[in-house]
C-alpha cells in the first residue's frame, strides 16, 4: 500500500529488502547508508523485526535520523511531541491521521477525550496530540478499573488496545466521534480464508450511537499511508530550506587573530577541533568510508571515489614559489590559507590536500607542523608525530626489504660455490621510493602493481632484483594497504585537509597523493576548489608536478600560485644568508629597494607560462613595507602574472587571503591548456638537458661518465621513455646550493642515473646532491641503511 501510494503522488520509493538471517549490526549498517544519502528524505523501518537472530527493537528504530523518521517513532521525535513541538518533529502517522480525521468534526478544545492503549505507536502520542490540541484527555489501559464509565463521558474516543471489539456500543456516549485504530482477526466461516478483520470497536452496535466512527477495515488505514506521504513531503521541503545544490552545509570556526601574535604552538592550541566525524559528514562523506584515528583525524577509504566517480571535478589549483629560504618560501602556509580563505569566507566548498611532515633524524629544520600561524592543521602534534602512521608504515616495508637482502645473501654465503647464485648488492633510496610510488599511485591495486617492480638490488652480473623476485611485494602491499588511504584533518577554521604522503621535491617528486587530490576534487563539487602543494621552488616541485604527477593522474590544474616572498628575494638580491636556527639579519626587516631586484619572478613566472597556463604570483609578509610590497607587485606583473596579490594569511588567516581567493576565481574561468616540457619519446640526455635549460637557465648539462653509462644502459632496456624527476638541491636554480639569485653561465654536471621503476620515473643526481642511496656488497649488509633523513637534513641547510 505504502510503495502503492508513492507511486501514485509522484514520490519515488524503494523497498529495501533483507534477509531473515540479519543481524542487527547489519540493520543498523543498511539505516546508516539510508541516513547519509542526501536523495533519501524520507526512511522507515518496517515492524517487527522478523529476523531469526536477536533484534533491540529501540536500538533499531533510534538508529533513524531524526529527520528522516517520517513514522515519528524515534526518542528524539517522541520527546518534542510530547513537549509541544509539533512544528519541529514528525509526528507518528496512524495518530496524525487519527487527528486529521477528527479536525474534520468539529472544535477540539474542551472536549472530553479518552485513549485506550498507551503504545508507542499509537496510544502515547495519540494522548500528546489531543493534549496540544487542549483536549481534556484520559488514557486507558488493561489496568484502568470501570473503563465502560470512562468511555461513557469521552467526547472523543481512540480506541487502539489489539483486542477484537472490545469496546460496546452501549458504552459510548451519545454522539460521539469514535476512532477504530485496531486491526483483529477473528473467524468466519463465510470467508475464503476462514477469517474476518474487525477492529476493538464492536461496530455494528457502536454505529447507531456515534455521531462519526471509522470501519475497520477502510478507515484508519489508508489514512495512515496518506500521512506517511505528507511527513516525506514534509521533510524533503525541509531539507530544501537549507540544501543548496553543491554547497556543503558547514560550519567555521571564527578566527580573532591576536597581536603581537602567539607561537605557532599557543595559536594550534587556543582552538578545539570539531570531531573528525562530523567534519566528514559536513563535507560529504558517509560513516563507512571513514576509518577514525581518535576524534581529530580519519583515514578516507577509496570506496568514496568509486561512489564519487560520476561527480563532476572541482577547480584544481596547484600552490608553487620562488627558491626559498632554508627556512622555506610559505607554500604550505598558502595552500591553507587560501583554502580557508575559499570555505571560511568565500564560501565556497575549498580543500586543501598537503604533505605530511618530514621530519628527518632531528625532526626538520622548520619543525614538525604543517603551516604557521592563522594558517595550519591541527591538533599540532597529531598532525606532527604519527598521525594515521602512514611513514612508519613505509619505514616497516623498507625495512622488510633490506632484511630480505640480508637474509637472502646471508643464505647464499654459507653455500658452496656452485650453489652460489646471485650475491646481492643493495641499492639504497627503498624508502624514498616507497613513499614516491604512495603519492603516484591511483589506487590500492595500481600501488601493489607499482610495489612488485621496484628494483631494490643487482645481482653481481648487473641484473636487476625486483620485489617480485624476492617474492614479497605482496606483504608490502600487506604493510601498505592503509597507507595509501588519505588522512582527513582540519585547519584552524574549520576548513578540510587531506595530509598524505611526503615526498622530498629534491630528491622525489614533492608532491601531495594522487589519490587526496582526487577524493577532495570530487568532494568539493564542479564549483569547488582543491589547493594542493608543489613543495619547493617551481623549477622543482612545479616541473615534478606537471610532468610527473600530472601524467600519471590525467588531472590537469586550472590555476598555478606562485608564492614570492620578500624576505626570500632580498636573500636572492644578494642579501646576507639565511642560517636555520639563528636570527634574520636586520636587512630582513628593515625597507631595502635596489638591491633585491633579481630576475627571480621572472625566472620563475616564466617557468609557469611554459605549461600555457593562468598563473598567480603573490607576495605576503607581517615586517613588508608598502613600498616593498608594491615593487614585488609590478615585478610579477612585468614577469607575466595575470595578478599580483599581496595576502596576509599567516598573521590574519583565511581573511588575509580573500584578495587571492577572488583573484584564484577569475582566473579558473580563463580557458587553458596544458603543454608538457617534454615529449616522453625523447631520448634521455635531452630530456634532462630540455630541464636544465628552459627550468634552471642552464647553458647545458655534462654527463659524468657513470650517468653517461647510465643513458645507454637504460635505453637499451626500454626504459627511455620514463619521465625525468631531477634529483637537485631547491636552495638555488643552480647544481650549488650558495649560487643565488639567477645564476647564469653555468653547465649542469649529472652524475649518475638511477630508475625507479616503482615510482616510474628515472632520477638524475645532479652535482653533489645526496639522496642517501648507498651500494652494499654481501660482506657490509650488517650496515644496512646510512641515515639518509640525517643526510637531507644535511643538504637541505646547506652543510
Known amino acids: 500500500m505504502k510503495l502503492k501510494a508513492a507511486a501514485e503522488i509522484g514520490i519515488n520509493a524503494s523497498h529495501v529488502r533483507l534477509p531473515k538471517t540479519a543481524t542487527e549490526d547489519e540493520v543498523l549498517r543498511r539505516i546508516v547508508e539510508v541516513n547519509e544519502n542526501l536523495e533519501v528524505h524520507g526512511l522507515i523501518v518496517q515492524l517487527p523485526l522478523d529476523s531469526i537472530n536477536p533484534m533491540d527493537t529501540e536500538k533499531v528504530t533510534n538508529a533513524v535520523a531524526p529527520e528522516k523518521d517520517v513514522d515519528g517513532l524515534t526518542s528524539i521525535n517522541a520527546g518534542k511531541l510530547s513537549r509541544g513541538d509539533l ?11 487519527c487527528m486529521k480525521l477528527i479536525s474534520q468534526t468539529g472544535e477540539v478544545a474542551g472536549k472530553n477525550a479518552v485513549v485506550i492503549g498507551r503504545s508507542k505507536i499509537v496510544g502515547a502520542p495519540m494522548h500528546d496530540l489531543l493534549l496540544w490540541s487542549h483536549a481534556t484527555v484520559t488514557t486507558c489501559h488493561s489496568k484502568t478499573t470501570d473503563l465502560a464509565a470512562q468511555v461513557g463521558r469521552a467526547d472523543i474516543l481512540v480506541v487502539g488496545a489489539g483486542k477484537a471489539e472490545m469496546v ?29 478483520v474487525v477492529g476493538d470497536v464492536h461496530y455494528p452496535s457502536a454505529k447507531e450511537k456515534a455521531g462519526f466512527i471509522t470501519p475497520v477495515p477502510g478507515g484508519v488505514g489508508p489514512m495512515t499511508v496518506a500521512m506517511l506521504m505528507e511527513n516525506t513531503v514534509q521533510s524533503a521541503k525541509r531539507f530544501l530550506k537549507t540544501y543548496q545544490p553543491g554547497k556543503w552545509n558547514i560550519s567555521y570556526a571564527k578566527l580573532k587573530p591576536q597581536k603581537p601574535q602567539p607561537r605557532d604552538a599557543a595559536i594550534a592550541h587556543s582552538f578545539t577541533p570539531k570531531s573528525i566525524g562530523r567534519l566528514a559528514r559536513e563535507v560529504g562523506l558517509f560513516s563507512e568510508e571513514v576509518e577514525p584515528y581518535g576524534t581529530t583525524r580519519a583515514k578516507v577509504r577509496l570506496e568514496a571515489l568509486n561512489r564519487l566517480k560520476t561527480q563532476p571535478n572541482g577547480k584544481y589549483l596547484v600552490v608553487t614559489g620562488i627558491t626559498p629560504t632554508p627556512l622555506g618560501e610559505g607554500t604550505t602556509t598558502t595552500t591553507l590559507g587560501l583554502a580557508q580563505a575559499l570555505g571560511a569566507h568565500l564560501h565556497v566548498n575549498s580543500f586543501a590536500c598537503v604533505r605530511q611532515p618530514s621530519r628527518g633524524s632531528n625532526f626538520g629544520v622548520k619543525g614538525g607542523a604543517v603551516g604557521g600561524g592563522y594558517c595550519q592543521v591541527i591538533p599540532m602534534e597529531e598532525v606532527s608525530l604519527h598521525l594515521t602512521s602512514d611513514t612508519q608504515a613505509v619505514m616497516a616495508a623498507s625495512s622488510l626489504v633490506v632484511d630480505t637482502i640480508n637474509a637472502r645473501v646471508l643464505c647464499e654465503s654459507t653455500q658452496s660455490d656452485k650453489v652460489i647464485k646471485n650475491i646481492i648488492l643493495l641499492s ?14 591511483t589506487s590500492l591495486g595500481d600501488m601493489t602493481r607499482r610495489l612488485a617492480r621496484m628494483v631494490v638490488a643487482y645481482s653481481r652480473k648487473g641484473k636487476p632484483v625486483t620485489t617480485e623476485d624476492l617474492g614479497i611485494s605482496g606483504v608490502l602491499a600487506t604493510l601498505m594497504r592503509d597507507a595509501v588511504k588519505p588522512s582527513l584533518m582540519q585547519t584552524v577554521e574549520g576548513t578540510p ?12 617528486q614533492g608532491n601531495s597523493s594522487i589519490l587526496a587530490d582526487q577524493i577532495a576534487l570530487k568532494l568539493v563539487g564542479p564549483e569547488g576548489f582543491v589547493v594542493t602543494e608543489a613543495e619547493g621552488g617551481a623549477e622543482l616541485g612545479m616541473e615534478k608536478f606537471f610532468d610527473i604527477k600530472c601524467r600519471s593522474s590525467g588531472l590537469h590544474p586550472d590555476v598555478v600560485v606562485m608564492v614570492a616572498s620578500v624576505p626570500a628575494l ?23 629597494i635596489s ?19 593562468v598563473y598567480l604570483s603573490f607576495d605576503y609578509n607581517s615586517t613588508d613595507t608598502d613600498a616593498e610590497l608594491g615593487l614585488v607587485c609590478e615585478q610579477a606583473k612585468l614577469a607575466g602574472a595575470l595578478e599580483a596579490v599581496p595576502c596576509s594569511h599567516w598573521a590574519e588567516g583565511g581573511a588575509g587571503a580573500v584578495a587571492l581567493g577572488q583573484a584564484v576565481q577569475r582566473a579558473a574561468e580563463t580557458p587553458h591548456q596544458i603543454n608538457f616540457l617534454y615529449d616522453l619519446e625523447m631520448p634521455i640526455d635531452d630530456k634532462i638537458r630540455v630541464i636544465a635549460k628552459s627550468m634552471y637557465g642552464a647553458d647545458d648539462v655534462e ?11 637504460f635505453s637499451k632496456q626500454g626504459l627511455g621513455n620514463l619521465p625525468i624527476c631531477m634529483a637537485k638541491t631547491h636552495l638555488s636554480l643552480s647544481h650549488d646550493p650558495e649560487r643565488k639569485g639567477v645564476p647564469t653561465g653555468f653547465t649542469l654536471p649529472i652524475r649518475d642515473i638511477h630508475a625507479n621503476l616503482g615510482a616510474g620515473f628515472l632520477y638524475p643526481l645532479v652535482g653533489t646532491v645526496s639522496t642517501g642511496a648507498v651500494t652494499h656488497s654481501y660482506e657490509l649488509l650488517s650496515v644496512t641503511h646510512m641515515n639518509a633523513d640525517l643526510e637531507h637534513d644535511m643538504e637541505y641547510m646547506g652543510m
Open 570 to 592: 632580498k636573500m636572492h638580491g644578494g642579501g646576507p644568508a639565511v642560517t636555520a636556527g639563528s636570527a634574520m639579519p636586520k636587512e630582513y626587516s628593515a625597507e631595502v
Open 87 to 97: 512544528g519541529d518533529c514528525f509526528i507518528p502517522c496512524t495518530p496524525k491521521g
Open 168 to 196: 460496546k456500543g452501549e458504552w459510548l456516549k451519545e454522539g460521539a466521534v469514535v476512532i477504530d485504530c485496531g486491526i483483529n482477526h477473528i473467524p468466519d466461516d463465510s470467508k475464503a480464508n476462514g477469517m474476518r
Open 497 to 508: 585537509v587531506f595530509v598524505h604522503t611526503c615526498p622530498l621535491s629534491d630528491i622525489a
Open 703 to 713: 654527463l659524468l661518465p657513470q650517468a653517461q653509462q647510465k643513458v645507454a644502459l
Open 595 to 613: 638591491p633585491w631586484l633579481p630576475s627571480q619572478p621572472y625566472t620563475h613566472s616564466q617557468a609557469a607560462e611554459i605549461y600555457s597556463l
Open 428 to 441: 639504497g633510496y627503498v624508502a624514498s621510493e616507497m613513499m614516491a610510488v604512495l603519492a603516484l599511485s
